[in-house]
Nanobody, 126 residues
């Protein structure tokens, strides 16, 4: 069973940047559709960005132009570069993986993913 371990979260000020990492073990990251999701207190988990097995990327509207998802197949690691952060980006960020081929319109839906990391906290303050 695939294991996912996130890192890179922390506290930053508005306008700052963070780079999240998700180390994949026990399987090959490129065999999975992988994504980043976040959950703010009192809110539902939402998709932020994802990359398909073919390497195509998709972003939530809130992430477009600020976040970049990437996958290093040699390191079996997924990344999320987050720039120009604001308070609405605060939350627990999760890495997820799914071996099934997902419809493009479903790639950012949390319930489509069966494998999850433990999360890493991102806090943005003014």
């Amino acid at each position: 069973q695939v294991q996912l371990v996130e890192s890179g979260g922390g506290s930053v000020q508005t306008g700052g940047s963070l780079r999240l990492s998700c180390a994949v073990s026990r399987y090959t990251a490129s065999n999975y559709c992988m994504g980043w999701f976040r959950q703010a207190p009192g809110k539902e988990r939402e998709g932020v960005a994802a990359v398909t097995r073919a390497g195509n990327t998709i972003y939530a509207d809130s992430a477009k132009g600020r976040f970049t998802i990437s996958r290093d197949n040699t390191k079996n690691t997924l990344y999320l570069q987050m720039n120009n952060l604001n308070s609405e980006d605060t939350g627990m960020y999760y890495c997820a993986a799914e071996p099934r081929r997902l419809l493009f319109r479903s790639i950012l839906l949390p319930y489509e993913y069966n494998y999850w990391g433990q999360g890493t906290q991102v806090t943005v303050s003014s």
